[in-house]
């Protein structure tokens, strides 16, 4: 069953980024204690929940399936999964210059926490900064 969940997500993966994320590794984070995957048709949103916390993943959203409200009912229902899981705070990494990305988690509330200078790699050699974003949960969720 998290072979085929695995491969089905990398499948959504690799449609929506230039450096996704294979089956392989999916999988593997599919069996930590804490990770869990809200799916749907087009879409997931990947989570890990320790203690009070959580981090969103990754979340993706097939090309053809964007600007439908996918992507913000994924966030909606991984962050109420996230309480539900007894986090009280949610973080993610997103690049700087993803102004898709960062419109959509300010949408859902979430403020920058922090900055990773050059962290993510660049098809083209070049290094992206990375923003620490965070909510406070349970939020009232639209």
């Not at 085929?4 to 999988?27: C, K, Q, S, V």
Request: proline content about 6%; hydrophobic content about 50%.
């Amino acid at each position: 069953m998290i072979r085929d969940t695995a491969e089905r997500l990398a499948g959504i993966h690799a449609a929506a980024f230039p450096a996704p994320w294979d089956a392989a590794a999916l999988g593997d984070l599919l069996t930590q204690a804490g990770v869990f995957a809200v799916e749907q048709p087009d879409g997931f949103i990947l989570l890990r929940t320790v203690a009070d916390e959580a981090e969103i993943l990754t979340l993706a959203v097939h090309p053809e399936a964007r600007r439908r409200g996918l992507g913000a009912r994924l966030v909606r229902e991984g962050m109420a999964g996230a309480a539900a899981r007894g986090a009280t705070r949610l973080f993610l990494e997103v690049a700087d210059d993803n102004a898709a990305a960062l419109a959509l988690y300010a949408r859902a509330g979430f403020s920058e926490a922090g900055r990773r200078p050059e962290y993510y790699a660049r098809p083209d050699g070049g290094r992206q900064d990375a923003l620490i974003l965070a909510l406070n949960l349970p939020v009232k969720l639209p």
